[in-house]
């Protein structure tokens, strides 16, 4: 059986997207059918892999906001020897990644913006758009650079201003004055941010674009990853039937009827000198 680590998160502070509370439940509740649809999360973790395969073998692993553990399985898997532990806010998709996931790795159930663990005590930290989902992204950072070896990497990939603009423009058409769509940092903003905490990182954007069968299909995989817009100023009511049709016609379809959903991707690399 997993060992399965329960530590008390931090106070739940308000965030950018809603409350620590909120995406917490929101992601929990999607555990079961969230593997299924990270088409995106995929792609961007494994970009990360990538770019690892050749650094020194790591005697610790932490996969912060690891979900259901898919790629904290993926680590155990590129390093077999390291000690690799998996680490969310989400009850939820710890209790789903344990059920998962081989023995050998460790659940701990924390806050990114405190992580408990010692200083120094870990080699290298991978975090899969988690951090787009705080508040507070630098207190991530700051965490990730204090429990970091000297020599330790970090690899982050996060989600930037322009992201899902196809449906931000859809429903500013059908529901005009009314956020849908999550909000995310500016790229210059990001990565100022990123050279002030962590100098001389390597910084990587690029935007993927992702085919869906209708907007309703992508609204869909969002649902299904519990990715659902979480703002603080969302609808208290159910969006009425009609409001999504006018979003579905809104919505710029290809001439072959496929629609396309983008995302500014964004990727830091880093050595703790």
């Not at 690899?155 to 956020?179: F, M, N, R």
Request: proline share 6%.
């Amino acid at each position: 059986m997993t060992i399965y680590t329960r530590i008390e998160p931090a106070a739940q502070a308000e965030g950018g997207t809603g409350t620590k509370q909120s995406i917490a439940r929101g992601f929990g509740g999607a555990s079961a059918t969230y593997d299924g649809a990270s088409r995106l999360q995929k792609i961007m973790g494994d970009a990360m892999l990538a770019e690892l395969a050749d650094t020194p073998v790591p005697e610790s692993v932490l996969d912060l906001g690891c979900g259901t553990g898919w790629f904290s399985r993926k680590l155990a898997e590129q390093y077999p020897h390291s000690a690799v532990t998996g680490a969310d806010l989400s009850p939820g998709m710890l209790a789903e990644a344990a059920n998962r996931s081989p023995g050998a790795i460790y659940w701990l159930h924390a806050d990114a913006e405190q992580i408990p663990l010692a200083d120094n005590s870990v080699d290298l930290i991978f975090s899969n758009l988690m951090i787009q989902w705080s508040a507070r992204p630098e207190l991530i950072l700051r965490e990730c650079r204090r429990i970091l070896r000297p020599g330790g990497r970090l690899a982050i990939s996060t989600l930037l201003d322009g992201t899902l603009s196809e449906l931000k423009q859809a429903w500013a058409e059908a529901d005009p004055g009314q956020a849908h769509v999550n909000r995310f940092v500016p790229e210059t903003q990001w990565q100022a941010l990123v050279e002030t905490v962590l100098p001389n990182a390597k910084q990587v954007a690029e935007t993927i674009s992702l085919p869906y069968q209708s907007p309703m299909h992508l609204n869909r995989e969002l649902k299904e990853l519990g990715a659902v817009f979480k703002g603080e100023e969302r609808r208290r009511t159910v969006t009425a039937p009609g409001r999504f049709r006018a979003m579905c016609r809104a919505y710029p379809t290809r001439a072959d009827n496929v629609v396309e959903a983008g995302y500014c991707a964004a990727w830091i690399y880093w050595v703790k000198r």
